[in-house]
Nanobody
Framework: QVQLVESGGGLVQAGGSLRLSCAAS????????MGWFRQAPGKERDFVAR????????YYADSVKGRFTISRDNAGNTVFLQMNSLKPEDTAVYYC?????????????WGLGTQVTVSS
């Protein structure tokens, strides 16, 4: 069982930055790839970024590439999303997800989300 709790969301002006954190419980964190997703009002949940269990490999959606950075601290059971040069279209609820061990792209645990609002 893995529990995920996101934090760090808030209201920021366009061009600003936020750093999201996702604290994970359980002893399997370091064996799992981790991902961030987001869902804007009236839209489907979209992939944002993912990171391999070691943290060496990362992958981003085209819409955030060059602006967002995903990282992890396996000793602290935490994954981060550094968001720079934020745009109003980045406004969404951001969710952390824990991937199935040995896979990249299949997620079986989700957090409740944290709201990010970017004003123009």
């Amino acid at each position: 069982q893995v529990q995920l709790v996101e934090s760090g969301g808030g209201l920021v002006q366009a061009g600003g930055s936020l750093r999201l954190s996702c604290a994970a419980s359980g002893r399997t964190f370091s064996s799992r790839p981790m991902g961030w997703f987001r869902q804007a009002p009236g839209k489907e949940r979209d992939f944002v970024a993912r990171i391999s269990r070691s943290g060496v490999d990362t992958y981003y959606a085209d819409s955030v590439k060059g602006r967002f950075t995903i990282s992890r601290d396996n000793a602290g059971n935490t994954v981060f999303l550094q968001m720079n040069s934020l745009k109003p279209e980045d406004t969404a609820v951001y969710y952390c997800a824990a991937g199935l061990p040995g896979t990249m792209g299949s997620y079986d645990y989700w957090g409740l989300g944290t709201q990010v609002t970017v004003s123009s």
